[in-house]
């Protein structure tokens, strides 16, 4: 079990105010796994994300990476997990704006322990079609090709998960559809564990398993 | 540094400002530090050179070397290492083209504080000869020149001259302590033979020195503060410098925190993908210090090139020392400008950053 979460709930104020954005919730995914869920906006999606990716805490409950309790650690502690066992790939381009295509990956081969070496990180560029862009800057990038540099950033060197928010929220349906084939694919070879949060049912077809959100409680469909 | 310097590198033209208001204020502080120098040389320059330790003057003088007068003989009961004596009277110097505000030490040449000339006669070869600081040949002096005098109808030979020879914002004319006494006291010469105006004094351990009745020794630096308009003067340029190292401070501060600020959904992004905070604040220490780096070191640069095109009159003179300090110190506090940006960086909740 790569991702487990154990009883976990989110609330937010108290008493009257209470709002309970994640109900109590359990859920696991393993290596190799394509995971969607979906919902509609305001459903608690993204607290989940949040949660599985130890962005926040549960207000109760357990999140348990690769054999970590997440409560357990410090925001210090819960930042390297999630810079050794977590690929982001988010809504907006997480890109940064000043970094090259081979910067944005020569900054991870800076920050991260478990490096990858360079022909590894060439077949990377070649699996998701990027492997002419590597000069370039985000800037120069249409946006599916900024999407596939995010999912190259977001699988540099490994990851155990890969978590993504909507990343294909800016692109149109073919685009839409490489970019969940490529993920599809990674997924499978890689054996990482790959949680998509999205609105978009178009995709569900691409998915080992869907679930779906609905006012804070998750269920598999 | 890698981030630091990528980011320069695709954003040129606003780092491009931010040194170059780096490198104007370091340009400011490197010339007012050279022009305090400057002027302080010009001061104590003749002091300086004498390489004393302390100087022997009336009490009722309250340290100043013009008010002072005693008898010579003073110098032979202190029982110092060695000592000078030293008469003076101020004039003006008209060699018959150009007039020149000038002051006349008078000395025994057999002391220590006889120049070694960097030109022309090693003594005072003729009657009423003088060494004369060489700042006097930029205005037109020569070696053979008579000088007429405001205060005398004596006239006075230069036969040679002597480098860093200024006291008081005045060249220098050394001369014997005889000639001297003739052209200050006149007819009276003799009476006042041996009335000096300061004894200098050759002694580490002047302070234990017993002082003659109604005397003072002081230590050549505050002998120096005291010199008129001295510390008034060092104290108004000092002010003027620290005050820059706090302007240069709060510019990096303000500059860094504008682009921290813009900067924020992306350093936010960047520590939800676990890139820690310190290695983001550590990147904006390097590149607070590579901007402060560059600005000074130019700055440098150009000061010194300035420095050569200035007309002698001018008095900026630049003490490496000096400069290389106060350049560390603007980096400092460039980086300690950078101090607030590094703070927001640390605050930044990375759950904002992904709108979660």
């Known amino acids: 079990m790569v991702l487990e979460l154990r009883n976990a709930k989110k609330t937010f104020g108290e008493g009257n105010t209470l709002v309970e954005a994640m109900k109590e919730t359990n859920f696991k995914v393993e290596r190799g796994e394509l995971v969607a869920v979906i919902g509609p906006s305001g459903s608690g999606k993204s607290t989940f994300l949040t949660i ?90 249409s946006g599916g090709e900024r999407q596939r540099v995010a999912i190259a950033k977001a699988l540099y060197s490994n990851p155990a998960i890969i978590l993504a928010d909507e990343p294909t929220a800016s692109l149109d349906s073919d685009r839409a559809f490489e970019v969940m084939e490529l993920l599809r694919d990674e997924t499978k070879s890689k054996q990482t564990a790959t949680i998509v949060v999205t609105h978009d049912t178009r995709l569900i077809k691409y998915f080992d398993k869907v679930y779906q959100m609905t006012d804070g409680v998750l269920e598999l469909q | 540094m890698f981030l630091a310097w990528s980011e320069i590198k695709r954003n040129k033209l606003r780092f491009l400002l931010i040194t170059s208001i780096l490198l104007l204020v370091s340009f400011l502080v490197f010339f007012l530090s050279g022009l305090a120098n400057g002027l302080a040389s010009m001061n104590r320059e003749a002091v300086d050179k004498w390489d004393a330790d302390a100087v022997l003057l009336t009490e009722e003088s309250d340290k100043s070397l013009y008010q002072s007068a005693f008898n010579k003989e003073e110098a032979d009961a202190l029982g110092a290492d060695e000592t000078a004596i030293v008469g003076q009277m101020g004039s003006i110097a008209n060699n018959g083209d150009v007039k020149k505000n000038v002051i006349m030490f008078g000395i025994d040449p057999e002391e220590f504080v006889m120049p070694k000339v960097t030109d022309g006669a090693a003594e005072f070869s003729v009657e009423n000869g003088v060494i004369a600081s060489d700042a006097l040949k930029d205005d037109g002096f020569k070696i053979g020149d008579k000088l007429e005098l405001s205060s005398s109808d004596t006239e006075l030979e230069i036969v040679g001259f002597t480098d860093k020879a200024r006291f008081n914002a005045s060249p220098v004319l050394y001369m014997d302590l005889e000639d001297l006494q003739q052209l200050k006291f006149g007819d009276a010469a003799e009476i006042n033979a041996d009335i000096v105006s300061a004894v200098v004094i050759k002694d580490k351990s002047w302070n234990s020195l017993e002082v003659p009745a109604d005397m003072e020794i002081i230590e050549m630096e505050t002998f120096i503060e005291n010199l008129p308009g001295y510390t008034e003067q060092n104290l108004t340029l000092t002010y003027m410098i620290y005050f820059l190292f706090v302007i240069s401070a709060a510019i990096v501060a303000i500059f860094l925190y504008v682009l921290t600020v813009q900067k924020i959904s992306m350093f936010g992004l960047m520590k939800a993908q676990g890139i820690s905070s310190s290695y983001l604040a550590k990147s904006v220490v390097a590149q607070t210090f590579m901007l402060a780096l560059i600005g000074v070191v130019v700055g440098f640069g150009l000061t010194l090139l300035a420095g050569s095109f200035l007309p002698s009159a001018v008095p900026v003179q630049f003490d490496l020392p000096t400069m290389i300090i106060y350049g560390l110190i603007l980096i400092a506090v460039a980086i300690l400008g950078a101090v607030i940006s590094v703070w927001t960086i640390i605050r930044i909740d990375p759950l904002e950053a992904i709108g979660g």
């Open chain 1, 52 to 141: 599985a990716g130890g962005l926040q805490s549960p207000s109760e409950g357990q999140v348990i990476i690769n054999g970590n309790e997440l409560s357990k650690l410090n925001e210090k502690q819960r930042s390297k997990i999630r810079l050794q066992e977590i690929g982001f790939i988010l809504q907006a381009s997480n890109l940064v704006p000043f970094l090259s295509v081979d910067e944005q990956l020569e900054l991870l081969n800076k920050v991260k322990k478990n490096n990858m070496p360079k022909e590894e990180r060439q077949q990377l560029y070649e699996d998701l079609g990027i492997a002419k862009l590597h000069k370039k800057y985000p800037s120069d990038l």
